[in-house]
């Protein structure tokens, strides 16, 4: 059955937005060659869509002939503004776009949980009313259109709604509230950090070239984004992923439903990496677990061949030692130990994955994935070869702990072109 005239002509606008959202301004006669559709087609859509307010002739293209087809339509960008939160345990960042996504203003701040919730939550919102502020979408509060929150613990797939999980601060949800009362107009939604992280890859990232998927998240502590043919899966109670409460060998014990201490996470958290590098012999020289794996992972690096053959070993920038001369940064035999056992451990993990999703591929994300970068990949990879039948490639996330705020853009971004682009004026 044939789309009636007002269906087509919604489903042909949303075409044009889209390609103006993913090419920038094109003129009438680029939208004609990409859409496919007539020139009288294409005519009447520009029309509707500048009549509507959500195009608008930004200059004109390098064409001699002077004409409609000549003027280059973009996104009115300044239609809606969107704000995207990176909500940790201790810190918030925030950056606020335009509709196009050209970001405006970002900050990040830490937040002090110690001082109770509600020193928590004006910590945080301060940050957000200043980003908001200085991107010019403060207004009477009615032009920020859309906040995409990420934030670590189970969303309800029913509600929407930041669940009150265990050992996550409370903070977190009065946050959410204290937006929406704030920004009455403004669309809040919330979502798990790794799910937005894994959808940021998809489009961004390390698994751009990928519609199956799995983002194991490596930082403080540890969870999974699946992303199956597609479409990010998030299970019956948003709990898909929780894979630091996931028993494996290696532990002292099992999890227990309100503490994963002795789960996956007592193996690949941050705190356990910096044990680990002990155990290892690695010296305390990086403060943070990510900053360890990332020395090691140079450290382990092949050699790099100069003129004649001689071996160019990487050498700490600006580093001398009390006599002048760069210090020796030859791979140190503790640091390799430790890239393998770590790799041990993630592979533990994966494999279990591997073995229920068959994904054909783990990006490595948080801050450890790309600190650990293709060494710790490859080591993973290598064991996850012997232990598994199912080929599975493992790479590094591309853009490591800023996923989440990418993803929580990009989410947003989604929202407010749905709701503006669903049904211009006709």
């Known amino acids: ?11 042909n606008d949303r075409l044009a937005l889209s390609l103006l959202q993913q090419e920038g301004p094109l003129t009438a006669g680029q939208l004609k060659q990409l ?18 307010g959500l195009i608008t002739v930004v200059g004109e293209s390098g064409e001699q002939r002077r004409g409609p087809n000549a003027r280059l339509y973009g996104i009115v960008a300044d239609r809606a503004y969107l704000a995207a939160l990176d909500v940790r345990t201790e ?6 776009s335009d509709l196009v996504g050209r970001v405006l203003a970002e900050g990040a701040a830490p937040v002090v949980p110690e001082a109770g919730e509600a020193a928590a939550v004006e910590q945080a919102m301060g940050l957000v009313e200043r980003a908001v502020k200085e991107a010019g979408a403060s207004g009477d509060g009615g032009r920020l259109h859309t906040v995409g929150i990420g934030a670590p613990g189970l969303v309800d797939p029913a509600t929407g709604e930041l669940r009150d ?31 937005l992280a894994a959808l940021a890859e998809q489009r961004e990232g390390a698994a751009r070239d990928r519609d199956t998927f799995v983002l194991l998240w490596l930082g403080h502590s540890c969870g999974a984004a699946v992303v199956l043919d597609g479409s990010l899966r998030r299970g019956a109670s948003g709990g898909t992923g929780e894979i630091g409460f996931l028993p494996v060998p290696g532990t002292a014990g099992l999890p227990t439903a309100t503490d994963c201490s002795e789960g996956y996470h007592s193996l690949v958290g941050a705190a356990a990496i910096v044990e680990l590098a002990g155990e290892c012999g690695v010296g305390a020289t990086a403060p943070t677990a990510a900053e360890t794996v990332a020395e090691a992972a ?23 030692s009390h006599d002048g001369a760069a210090p020796d940064t030859r791979p140190n035999p503790a640091h390799a130990r430790f890239l393998d056992t770590l790799a041990d451990r993630i592979a533990v993990g994966v494999a279990a994955v591997v073995a229920v999703l068959d994904p054909g591929c783990v990006v490595l994300g948080g801050e450890i ?22 080929a599975t490639e493992v790479r590094a996330s591309t853009l490591g702990g800023a996923a989440v705020l990418r993803g929580a853009l990009l989410t947003a971004r989604e929202h407010a072109q749905d709701e503006l682009f669903a049904a211009p004026d006709r």
């Open 1 to 11: 059955m044939p789309a009636s005239p007002s269906t087509a002509r919604a489903i």
């Open 35 to 52: 859409t496919g559709l007539s020139r009288p087609t294409v005519a009447d859509l520009v029309e509707r869509l500048a009549a509507s």
């Open 91 to 96: 810190s918030v960042s925030v950056l606020v």
């Open 165 to 195: 999980s265990a050992g996550l601060p409370a903070w977190h949800r009065r946050l959410v509230a204290a937006l929406q009362e704030r920004f009455p107009q403004a669309r809040v939604s919330v979502e798990n950090e790794t799910n």
């Open 298 to 320: 140079r450290l382990v690096a092949a050699p790099q061949r100069g003129a004649g053959g001689i071996d160019m070993r990487l050498r700490r920038v600006g580093a001398t």
């Open 369 to 390: 994935g790309p600190a650990g970068g293709a060494a710790l990949a490859a080591r993973v990879e290598a064991r996850l070869g012997g232990m598994s039948p199912l």
